[in-house]
C-alpha cells in the first residue's frame, strides 16, 4: 500500500499541470466553520475585550479602507502601533475583572482614548515623514556619486584623451558634441 502511495504521489508531483495540489481559490468550508465553532465562544467569553477593542483599533479600520496598496504597509504600520495603543487599555479591563462595566469605563476614560488613537497618529506621522526623508536621503547619495563619476570622468579625460568620452567634435561647430566613434 505504501509503495502505490508513494507512486501515486510521485506520478501527481511529475504530472505536467504542475506541482502538487492547485489550490481553487474557493472557498474553504472547513475554515469557515472552525473560525465560527472557535469565534463565537471566544466572542461569547471575551466580549468586554471585543467592545474595547473595536472602540481602540477605528483607526486601523480607517487605515485599511485608505490604503489601497497590495502590501498594504500603512494600515499594518498604523495597526501595530494601534494595537501598541490599545493594550494598555486592554491590561487594565483584565486586570478590573473582564465585565462590561469595567469595559465601560474604560471606553469613558479619556487617556485610554489618547493612548489608542495617539499611538495610531504616531503611526501616520512616521509614514508622512518616511517618505520626504528617504527621497531626500537618496537624492543627495545619487548626487553624491554623479559626482564621483563625473571627477572619475574627467581623470579618464586627463589621462587617456578626449576620444575615451565617445563623443565627437564636428567640423561645422566644434561647440556641439555629437554621440559617435571617430
Known amino acids: 500500500m505504501a509503495a502505490r ?6 506520478d501527481r508531483l511529475a504530472s505536467p499541470q504542475g506541482q502538487g495540489r492547485k489550490d481553487k481559490g474557493g ?4 475554515r469557515i466553520s472552525a473560525g465560527v465553532m472557535l469565534g463565537i465562544p471566544a466572542l461569547v467569553i471575551l466580549f468586554p475585550t471585543f467592545i474595547v477593542l473595536c472602540v481602540t483599533m477605528l483607526p486601523s479600520l ?20 494601534n494595537f501598541c495603543g490599545a493594550l494598555p487599555a486592554l491590561v487594565k479591563l483584565w486586570a478590573m475583572g ?14 485610554v482614548w489618547l493612548t489608542a488613537y495617539g499611538a495610531a497618529a504616531t503611526g ?5 515623514l518616511a517618505m520626504p526623508l528617504c527621497f531626500t536621503y537618496y537624492s543627495l547619495l545619487t548626487q553624491s556619486r554623479l559626482k564621483q ?3 572619475r570622468q574627467e581623470k579618464l579625460v586627463q589621462e587617456w584623451g578626449q576620444d575615451v568620452t565617445g563623443l565627437t567634435v564636428t567640423d561645422e561647430d566644434p561647440d556641439k558634441k555629437t554621440a559617435g566613434r571617430s
Do not use: C, E, G
Open 124 to 128: 501616520w506621522l512616521i509614514l508622512m
Open 149 to 151: 563619476y563625473r571627477q
Open 62 to 81: 480607517v487605515a485599511f479602507i485608505a490604503d489601497r496598496q497590495p502590501d498594504r504597509h500603512t494600515a499594518m504600520t498604523v495597526s501595530l502601533l
Open 27 to 30: 472557498i474553504s468550508w472547513m
Open 5 to 10: 502511495t508513494n507512486k501515486a504521489t510521485a
Open 98 to 111: 473582564q465585565s462590561l462595566s469595567a469595559a465601560v469605563i474604560l471606553i469613558s476614560d479619556l487617556m
